[in-house]
């Protein structure tokens, strides 16, 4: 499997990536559980964690590039960010042709680090807490929708 989601702390969701899609069917699920998230009618962040992650079809971009396409057209955006880990240029240099193609549905980070996704989580969702200074010690990039 492509993708693990896990929605125990809802409306945080965790998905974890696997190296790659090897067949279409893994893509599918990938996209059927992230649509069954916006049944659901509330609010939701991810946390994606793309740390084993290695080179992924293209024809699979593309697929994402549509499927965005899709959200977008929704009435409501229940997806309120998402938090990418990355561990190569790979997977950057693919997320980042997607979201040239596809603007995201909702602001995306993309992050280096275990530690810095959590923090900046914390950062986001705590705002009130936490010294915006704080973020400037956090190596992100930020693609806006």
């Known amino acids: 499997m492509f993708a693990e989601y896990d929605t125990s702390e809802f409306p ?16 599918e699920q990938f996209i059927r559980e992230w649509t069954k998230l916006y049944l659901l ?3 939701f962040l991810f946390i994606i964690d793309a740390r084993m992650t290695g080179f992924v079809p293209f024809k699979y971009a593309f697929k994402m ?3 965005i396409d899709k959200l977008k057209k929704m009435e409501n955006q229940f997806l309120k960010r998402s ?3 990355i561990h190569n240029s790979i997977v950057e240099y693919t997320l980042r ?4 193609i596809s603007k995201p549905v909702a602001p995306i980070y993309l992050v280096y ?3 810095d996704a959590l923090k900046l989580n914390n ?7 936490i010294h915006n200074r704080k973020l400037k010690t956090i190596h ?4 806006s929708p």
Do not use: A, H, R
């Open 140 to 143: 992100y990039v930020y693609i």
């Open 97 to 100: 042709f997607i979201f040239k």
């Open 41 to 43: 009618k509330k609010d």
């Open 65 to 67: 590039t549509e499927f």
């Open 113 to 115: 680090s275990m530690d």
């Open 83 to 85: 938090i990418i880990i």
């Open 12 to 27: 945080l969701v965790n998905i974890q990536l696997g190296e790659t899609i090897k067949e279409n069917e893994e893509y």
């Open 123 to 129: 950062i986001l969702t705590f705002p009130e807490l």
